[in-house]
C-alpha cells in the first residue's frame, strides 16, 4: 500500500461505541472491514451447537478484525 493511500486511513475512520454485550463481528458474515479497538475489550468467540465457546479476550489498544474476503470464523462482542 502507498504511503498516500495509508495517510487517507484516519479520515476513513469511524467510532462505534458498543455497551457490553454488543456484538461487533458476527461469525458467518462477510468480511468487508477492519477494526481497531482503543480501549475496553472484546470476547472473541464461535457458535457451537450448544453454546458459544470462548477463544480468547483481546484488550484495547487493538486490531480486532483486518479485511479478508472469506466468511468471518468467529464472533466477536
Not at 3 to 14: C, H, T
Not at 24 to 48: K, M
Amino acid at each position: 500500500m502507498s504511503s498516500e493511500a495509508l495517510a487517507k486511513i484516519p479520515a476513513a475512520l469511524r467510532p462505534i461505541d458498543l455497551q457490553p454485550g454488543d456484538v461487533l463481528i458476527h461469525q458467518g458474515e462477510a468480511s468487508d472491514a477492519a477494526s481497531f479497538s482503543d480501549s475496553g475489550s472484546l470476547l472473541v468467540y464461535v457458535r457451537d451447537p450448544l453454546r458459544p465457546v470462548s477463544l480468547a479476550t483481546l484488550q484495547g489498544p487493538r486490531r480486532a478484525d483486518l479485511i479478508a474476503w472469506r466468511p468471518r470464523q468467529s464472533s466477536a462482542g
